[in-house]
């Protein structure tokens, strides 16, 4: 039998109308290649990004798109010209701290190192804020059945006008290495590891009559991982977003995964606020906005909800007295830094 090779690409499905389905032909499907453009800018005094990306084939062994380097950035507000510089690859960081201001106009402009040029709609900074009234977390045992700790968020806009939202977070852990060697002290034994969230969650209340996230499950981190070793500290940011942005965000987040693909109802390719500048029949998968951020920071100590620390380490205590114990028992750098960050509390 002839061997045929699916492949996946974006923009697969340009011509779906947003919310309606069809069956998808995997078989008749050919692979178009098209630049990926994401950026949201937010009200906060930060170093802003824009995550610039190319559409995957399924067969490809990565799975996940494709990094675009050395392109020019740049964010156009008013008479200011705010440049980007690619920090890691296909990630480009504002070169200054600088917030969205409301009532200000802001464009994006994109220059690949092939020439072409890319330009988002002109875009303000929406009012719409909505406050995270709590972050929390629980101990219980998932649907998988594992017992850990679930990290949960409630918030609420009052004037019910926010209603799409966008999510991510960062997570930072304490880490003491479990057996002392001579000489070493508390501090030498105790380092810390920062990770980020890859992508963002999504969530709406459009069906909700007030506008309020209750119990949302931002992580849950079974007892046996790294993370929930020592002491724990989680930082969620939660934006408010547009439709037509949060439509974005959910076709990448859709099309990223491969158990979507052969679904029989398939996401519908929402077009987006960027163009091709310099040919008008290219495809373009982008969108720019301007987003209000809010976020909250909570700590959490493992003793607070299980019986001792370092049980990810417990392997160490059954070593013989005269074994050499492996490094990572030893030595914390091994997954981690001794460098404390600067927003922690013991």
Same mark, same amino acid.
């Given at each position: 039998?002839?061997?045929?090779?699916?492949?996946?690409?974006?923009? @697969?499905?340009?011509?779906? %109308?947003?919310?309606?389905?069809?069956?998808?032909?995997?078989?008749?499907?050919?692979?178009?290649?098209?630049?990926?453009?994401?950026?949201? =800018? #937010?009200?906060? =005094?930060?170093?802003?990004?824009? +995550?610039?990306?190319? #559409?995957?084939?399924?067969?490809?062994?990565?799975?996940? =798109?494709?990094?675009?380097?050395?392109?020019?950035?740049?964010?156009?507000?008013?008479?200011?010209? &705010?440049?980007?510089?690619?920090? @890691?690859?296909?990630?480009?960081?504002?070169?200054?701290?600088?917030?969205?201001?409301?009532?200000?106009?802001?464009? +994006?402009?994109?220059? @690949?190192?092939?020439?072409?040029?890319?330009?988002?709609?002109?875009?303000? +900074?929406?009012?719409?804020?909505?406050?995270?009234?709590?972050?929390?977390?629980?101990?219980?045992?998932?649907?998988?059945?594992?017992?850990?700790?679930?990290?949960?968020?409630?918030? &609420?806009?009052?004037?019910?006008?926010?209603? &799409?939202?966008?999510?991510?977070?960062?997570? @930072?852990?304490?880490?003491?290495?479990?057996?002392?060697?001579?000489?070493?002290?508390?501090?030498?034994? #105790?380092? &810390?590891?920062?990770?980020?969230?890859?992508?963002?969650?999504?969530?709406?209340?459009?069906?909700?009559?007030?506008?309020?996230?209750?119990?949302?499950?931002?992580?849950?981190?079974?007892?046996?991982?790294?993370?929930?070793?020592?002491?724990?500290?989680?930082?969620?940011?939660?934006?408010?977003? %547009?439709?037509?942005?949060?439509?974005?965000?959910?076709?990448?987040?859709? +099309?990223?995964?491969?158990?979507?693909?052969?679904?029989?109802?398939?996401?519908?390719?929402?077009?987006?606020?960027?163009?091709?500048?310099?040919?008008?029949?290219?495809?373009?998968?982008?969108?720019?906005?301007?987003?209000?951020?809010?976020?909250?920071?909570?700590?959490?100590?493992?003793?607070? !909800?299980?019986?001792?620390?370092?049980?990810?380490?417990? !392997?160490?205590?059954?070593?013989?007295?005269?074994?050499?114990?492996?490094?990572?028992?030893?030595?914390? %750098?091994?997954?981690?830094?001794?460098?404390?960050?600067?927003?922690?509390?013991?």
């Amino acid at each position: 039998m002839k061997k045929t090779v699916f492949y996946i690409s974006f923009l @697969t499905i340009l011509f779906i %109308t947003n919310g309606c389905t069809e069956e998808f032909n995997a078989a008749s499907t050919e692979f178009e290649d098209a630049i990926v453009i994401e950026a949201s =800018l #937010t009200d906060q =005094l930060a170093f802003q990004k824009v +995550l610039l990306s190319r #559409t995957f084939k399924i067969d490809d062994t990565q799975n996940q =798109l494709e990094k675009v380097s050395g392109a020019n950035v740049r964010v156009v507000s008013n008479s200011t010209t &705010y440049t980007f510089s690619e920090t @890691t690859s296909g990630t480009y960081t504002s070169d200054i701290q600088f917030r969205a201001e409301l009532d200000t106009d802001h464009q +994006l402009l994109v220059t @690949t190192q092939s020439g072409k040029e890319y330009q988002s709609e002109v875009t303000q +900074l929406r009012s719409e804020t909505s406050n995270i009234e709590n972050l929390y977390a629980v101990r219980e045992v998932n649907e998988d059945g594992f017992d850990g700790i679930s990290i949960y968020l409630d918030s &609420y806009d009052p004037s019910g006008n926010s209603r &799409y939202y966008t999510i991510d977070f960062e997570e @930072t852990y304490r880490i003491i290495a479990p057996i002392q060697l001579l000489g070493q002290t508390l501090e030498d034994r #105790t380092c &810390y590891n920062t990770i980020n969230s890859t992508g963002r969650l999504l969530t709406n209340t459009t069906l909700s009559s007030e506008d309020r996230i209750s119990r949302h499950l931002i992580t849950f981190i079974p007892n046996e991982d790294l993370k929930m070793n020592n002491r724990y500290s989680i930082l969620v940011r939660q934006y408010v977003n %547009t439709e037509s942005y949060y439509n974005f965000q959910k076709t990448l987040s859709e +099309l990223s995964s491969l158990e979507s693909v052969f679904s029989p109802v398939q996401p519908g390719f929402v077009t987006g606020n960027i163009i091709a500048t310099n040919n008008s029949n290219e495809k373009v998968l982008g969108s720019f906005e301007i987003a209000s951020v809010r976020e909250k920071r909570i700590f959490v100590n493992r003793l607070d !909800f299980f019986n001792f620390n370092n049980e990810n380490f417990r !392997f160490c205590r059954q070593l013989p007295p005269d074994a050499d114990p492996p490094r990572i028992c030893t030595d914390c %750098t091994v997954l981690g830094t001794r460098v404390k960050p600067n927003f922690w509390i013991d």
